[in-house]
């Protein structure tokens, strides 16, 4: 049974850092398109950084261009998402998502991916 479990949120300070891990079990996560997502409260869920299966390029959003870092652990199974910089509009609950096939063109889309965890808050404030 393919599970993703995130962990790593919490309350920061605007300019603080913040590393979050999402934890792949019943499968190999090499091999899948994995996403972080963000969905602030009375807002849709939006794509913040993706990772290629295939040879590992990266999609970021334009918002966390420069300040964000996505990176996988092979060995780990278990793919991160540094936060650097983070600002009060970083708040909102972050999840990770798993899908084997994904198109170029909606590598971080929302509707591209079908297994999801639970999400891990993230809070920035003073």
């Known amino acids: 049974q393919l599970q993703l479990v995130e962990s790593g949120g919490g309350l920061v300070q605007p300019g603080g850092s913040l590393r979050l891990s999402c934890a792949a079990s019943?499968?190999?996560?090499?091999?899948?398109?994995i996403g972080w997502f963000r969905q602030a409260p009375g807002k849709e869920r939006e794509g913040v950084s993706c990772i290629s299966s295939s040879d590992g390029s990266t999609y970021y959003a334009d918002s966390v261009k420069g300040r964000f870092t996505i990176s996988r652990d092979y060995a780990k199974n278990t793919v991160y998402l540094q936060m650097n910089s983070l600002k009060p509009e970083d708040t909102a609950v972050y999840y990770c998502?798993?899908?084997?096939?994904?198109?170029?063109?909606?590598?971080?889309?929302?509707?591209?991916?079908?297994?999801w965890g639970q999400g891990t808050q993230v809070t920035v404030s003073s």
């Open positions: 998502a798993a899908e084997r096939v994904v198109t170029v063109q909606a590598m971080c889309v929302v509707p591209s991916y079908d297994d």
């Open positions: 019943g499968f190999i996560l090499g091999f899948y398109n």
